[in-house]
């Protein structure tokens, strides 16, 4: 049984800064391609960021406010997120893989964690 979870989310300030972490477990020895996406109420599942063969890659929102690192441990991940803006607002879930065959996509990911809510208000 593979698990995703994620944590770290919150209520900031535009202009704030939120870290969001994320561990996949269940199969030992298994590695994952592993990724941020976000929904906003009323909106389709957004791409935010994931690792493409050792590069990382951004949604176009947020590209240049938001990193996404590997953790210490296998199978985990961290998105720093700076210069939060409102728009920003939404549930932000983890995914992961063993081999995503389009890493932007949502549909190419297998297993998901409950998401997180981040939340951008003054």
């Known amino acids: 049984q593979v698990q995703v979870v994620e944590s770290g989310g919150g209520l900031v300030r535009p202009g704030d800064s939120l870290r969001l972490s994320c561990a996949v477990s269940?199969?030992?020895?298994?590695?994952?391609?592993m990724a941020w996406f976000r929904q906003a109420p009323g909106k389709e599942r957004e791409f935010v960021a994931a690792f493409n063969w050792g590069v990382d890659r951004y949604g176009p929102s947020v590209k240049g406010r938001f990193t996404i690192s590997r953790g210490d441990a296998i199978n985990t991940v961290h998105l720093q997120m700076n210069s939060l803006r409102p728009e920003d607002t939404a549930v932000y879930y983890c995914?992961?893989?063993?081999?995503?065959?389009?890493?932007?996509?949502?549909?190419?990911?297998?297993?998901w964690g409950q998401g997180t809510q981040v939340t951008v208000s003054s």
């Open positions: 995914a992961a893989d063993e081999r995503p065959y389009e890493y932007y996509s949502h549909n190419s990911y297998d297993f």
């Open positions: 269940g199969r030992t020895g298994s590695r994952y391609f």
